[in-house]
């Protein structure tokens, strides 16, 4: 909250005056109210001049020290100050599901309000300027994601193979889509990415036919927009293709183990068997597994 209120010299002869904790509540209702032109709170449209708040909030916000002590005042209190704020023609209230709406009254010019504390042609001024500065920034974002376009392509056209899944898996999408032909340098840059990975562009399609089709069941047969969003699923899908085709190869390794130190064992029974029956001693087995060592 920045800037400031003013309020009309005849504030000091109406009966508020005399009331010390009614003349805060008051200040705090104009310095929170809301200064642009609405809002939206929790689905309450709140506009220029108006406060949403709770009466347990307002305690909080209206608390004091006095001879020490932390003093919060009871909604009660507030209540009262509030119907006079309202006899008096200051403020208008309205219950909602989160709270109370206070809205400022202007009446004869007893309160009026400038936002961040300038006049209505400096306001303006201040608007056009930001206007500019916004369209500089946008004007300068999509400079950088066509440069980003550019590179890719260039890139992308030294790989024909690369190209050739590129133009595939782009086909694929904008069918899938189904609404218009149009993709952005961000797009482009993810469907490049995934077009680099080692997976064949026919599982590719497959895998994006899968994610539309769960997509549109859980939105109402709805389609994906953007290809952001097929490049996230995919990722997963290959790393888990991956992690997949690794697992038998790590089992197998030490189910080998296992088959060579059970054919040892044998073997060393027998030779132990046959010791025994020419009369020899019992001796250590000449070899050991390797998870002993």
Same mark, same amino acid.
């Given at each position: 909250?920045?800037?400031?209120?003013?309020?009309?010299?005849?504030?000091?002869?109406?009966?508020?005056w005399g009331s010390p904790f009614t003349l805060r509540l008051l200040l705090l %209702?104009?310095?929170?109210?809301?200064?642009?032109?609405?809002?939206?709170?929790?689905?309450?449209?709140?506009?220029?001049?108006?406060?949403l708040r709770s009466y347990s909030r307002l305690a909080e916000d209206l608390q004091?020290?006095?001879?020490?002590?932390?003093?919060?005042? #009871?909604?009660?209190?507030?209540?009262?100050?509030?119907?006079?704020?309202?006899?008096?023609?200051?403020?208008?209230?309205?219950?909602?599901?989160?709270? *109370? %709406?206070? *809205?400022?009254?202007?009446?004869?010019?007893?309160?009026?309000?400038?936002?961040?504390?300038?006049?209505?042609?400096?306001?303006?001024?201040?608007?056009?300027?930001?206007?500019? +500065?916004?369209?500089?920034?946008?004007?300068?974002?999509?400079?950088?994601? &066509?440069?980003?376009?550019?590179?890719?392509?260039?890139?992308?056209? +030294?790989?024909?193979?690369?190209?050739?899944?590129?133009?595939?898996?782009?086909?694929?999408?904008?069918?899938?889509?189904?609404?218009?032909?149009?993709?952005?340098?961000?797009?482009?840059?993810?469907?490049?990415?995934?077009?680099?990975? &080692?997976?064949?562009?026919?599982? %590719?399609?497959?895998?994006?036919? &899968?994610?539309?089709?769960?997509?549109?069941?859980?939105?109402?047969?709805?389609?994906?927009? +953007?290809?952001?969003?097929? &490049?996230?699923?995919?990722?997963?899908?290959?790393?888990?293709?991956?992690?997949? #085709?690794?697992?038998?190869?790590? +089992?197998?390794?030490p189910l080998k183990q296992t088959n060579d130190f059970l054919a040892k064992l044998? =073997?060393?029974?027998?030779?132990?068997?046959?010791?025994?029956?020419?009369?020899?001693?019992?001796? =250590?087995?000449?070899?050991?597994?390797?998870?002993?060592?």
């Amino acid at each position: 909250m920045t800037g400031w209120i003013k309020f009309n010299r005849s504030t000091i002869e109406s009966p508020i005056w005399g009331s010390p904790f009614t003349l805060r509540l008051l200040l705090l %209702l104009s310095c929170r109210a809301l200064q642009k032109e609405f809002m939206y709170i929790e689905e309450v449209k709140v506009h220029r001049g108006q406060y949403l708040r709770s009466y347990s909030r307002l305690a909080e916000d209206l608390q004091y020290v006095e001879n020490g002590n932390l003093k919060i005042p #009871s909604k009660n209190t507030i209540k009262l100050s509030v119907d006079r704020l309202r006899k008096y023609g200051l403020i208008s209230t309205e219950e909602t599901k989160i709270g *109370t %709406l206070f *809205t400022l009254l202007q009446n004869d010019g007893d309160f009026s309000a400038h936002e961040n504390g300038r006049t209505e042609d400096e306001a303006q001024q201040d608007k056009a300027v930001m206007n500019a +500065s916004l369209k500089e920034e946008c004007k300068k974002g999509r400079e950088e994601k &066509e440069k980003e376009s550019v590179r890719a392509r260039n890139d992308l056209s +030294s790989k024909p193979d690369v190209q050739r899944r590129v133009e595939k898996v782009t086909e694929g999408f904008l069918k899938l889509r189904n609404s218009g032909f149009y993709i952005s340098p961000k797009e482009q840059c993810a469907i490049g990415k995934i077009a680099e990975k &080692e997976i064949e562009v026919e599982t %590719l399609l497959c895998w994006m036919g &899968e994610i539309q089709s769960a997509y549109r069941k859980r939105n109402t047969n709805s389609t994906i927009k +953007s290809f952001i969003y097929y &490049e996230k699923a995919l990722r997963r899908k290959i790393r888990d293709s991956s992690s997949a #085709s690794k697992s038998p190869t790590s +089992s197998a390794h030490p189910l080998k183990q296992t088959n060579d130190f059970l054919a040892k064992l044998e =073997k060393w029974k027998r030779e132990g068997e046959d010791r025994l029956a020419n009369g020899s001693k019992r001796i =250590k087995p000449s070899f050991e597994p390797e998870w002993i060592r």
